[in-house]
């Protein structure tokens, strides 16, 4: 008998053991469970978002890059400010110098910025063409989203892309409007025309060219010139036998641009010239000298309340709201916001809500106010993004366009109306 009982106790205990281990590793599958539904029910975002900041640092434009770049850091550090983004991820910037015009060197800064860096987008490039190679040769091999704040050849309107590229800049087929509009309206109706030597300044003295013919002016020469040159006295000539009520110069304002009328004041083959928006920046008037004054022209701007916000901003931050930081800003902005719409840091999952954030319906956003649109999106309501330049996106992911009219007055380029 007491043999038996033990062997009963035994049991009995073994039992309840083996019940007890059963209960707990029932338990530990439920858990699992628990945890895979809920991860498959929350997004899962990465620990640092990362946003390459790829502009001209060096080049012909070097002069407008600082203020672009602290733009688009601007909307970094606002979004971060709020914890409203991705559950309170952090963003990061990465700079890269494109150069504006080395392919080769920007191609390679942004090959660095994506399998070094590990970013998740870029804001740029700045140049049309860096920014075609940039998005030929990487972007679209390595699928990332790239916002352009300046690149403005018609050419990127129509390049095959991947749904990838967008830019908060409008395309120099409406600057092209714009500059025949005011040449014609001032009575100017000839002028002689020289453009960089490249996407940009092809592209847009095209446009120039046409739009100012199909008024009723005349082109009577257009000629390119290249960067980096120490003498421009050989394209002045040329430009000043063919005469014209003005010389549009289509170029950059650290190089060419500024060479080419240099030497028509130091010639006097012209004393009055219509610069693009590649030539607006306080370096232009600062190196030339009081010889500007009167000249005019277009660079992208709008008199909207985005961009009284954001100019007081720029002060605050201590950088000026000069040409394209407004469009940086947004350009930044566009990114963080789609990124929380999609709930995703992927390019491939929010590229397609880049358009749905910039536009309507929804609360519209202006600077100042990243926190209040991923706030509306984190709850699943619309935003309709207007930011500092009035940003609209069309077509294939581009800014409408709006234009600030520029005349050098004392020294300093003035804004005297809006296009």
């Not at 421009?232 to 010389?247: F, K, P, S, W």
């Not at 916001?337 to 954030?357: I, N, P, R, T, Y």
């Not at 996106?393 to 300093?412: H, M, P, R, T």
Request: proline content about 4%.
């Amino acid at each position: 008998m007491t043999i038996v009982r033990r062997t009963w106790v035994n049991l009995e205990a073994r039992g309840a053991a083996n019940n007890e281990l059963f209960w707990e590793r029932k338990m530990k599958k439920l858990l699992s469970a628990s945890m895979a539904l809920a991860m498959m029910a929350t997004p899962v975002f990465a620990a640092d978002v990362k946003l390459g900041i790829i502009l001209g640092y060096t080049g012909p434009i070097e002069s407008l890059t600082p203020d672009m770049a602290m733009g688009a850091e601007l909307a970094i550090s606002e979004a971060n400010e709020s914890g409203e983004f991705m559950s309170g991820t952090n963003i990061s910037s990465v700079r890269g110098d494109s150069t504006c015009i080395d392919s080769a060197a920007a191609t390679a800064a942004a090959e660095r910025l994506i399998t070094s860096d590990k970013i998740n987008a870029m804001v740029g490039a700045d140049c049309s063409g860096v920014t075609t190679a940039i998005l030929q040769n990487v972007a679209m091999a390595n699928g990332v989203v790239m916002v352009s704040p300046s690149a403005t050849s018609p050419a990127l309107s129509t390049i095959e892309d991947n749904d990838l590229f967008f830019r908060t800049a409008p395309s120099d087929a409406r600057q092209g409007e714009v500059v025949a509009d005011i040449l014609t309206e001032k009575g100017m109706m000839s002028a002689a025309m020289s453009y960089v030597n490249n996407d940009y300044g092809k592209g847009l003295a095209d446009s120039i060219k046409a739009n100012f013919e199909s008024r009723g002016g005349k082109i009577t020469i257009s000629a390119a010139h290249e960067d980096g040159k120490g003498d421009y006295n050989a394209e002045v000539a040329a430009l000043a036998q063919a005469g014209g009520d003005i010389l549009i110069v289509a170029g950059y304002l650290d190089q060419g641009g500024k060479g080419i009328i240099q030497a028509s004041l130091d010639t006097g083959a012209f004393d009055m010239f219509f610069m693009p928006d590649g030539m607006i920046g306080d370096a232009l008037p600062a190196a030339i000298g009081p010889d500007l004054n009167g000249s005019i022209g277009t660079v992208p701007g709008t008199d909207s309340p985005g961009a009284a916000k954001f100019s007081d901003m720029a002060k605050a931050a201590g950088f000026a709201a000069g040409p394209f930081a407004p469009e940086s800003y947004d350009a930044a902005a566009l990114i963080l916001l789609a990124m929380q719409s999609a709930k995703s840091s992927d390019s491939q999952v929010f590229k397609s809500h880049m358009m749905k954030v910039a536009n309507a319906p929804g609360e519209k956003i202006f600077p100042g106010e990243l926190a209040k649109g991923l706030k509306y999106l984190r709850q699943g309501l619309s935003i309709d993004y207007v930011g500092a330049s009035a940003v609209e996106l069309v077509g294939a992911g581009e800014s409408a366009g709006n234009y600030a009219e520029i005349e050098v007055q004392g020294g300093k380029n003035a804004t005297v109306g809006y296009r």
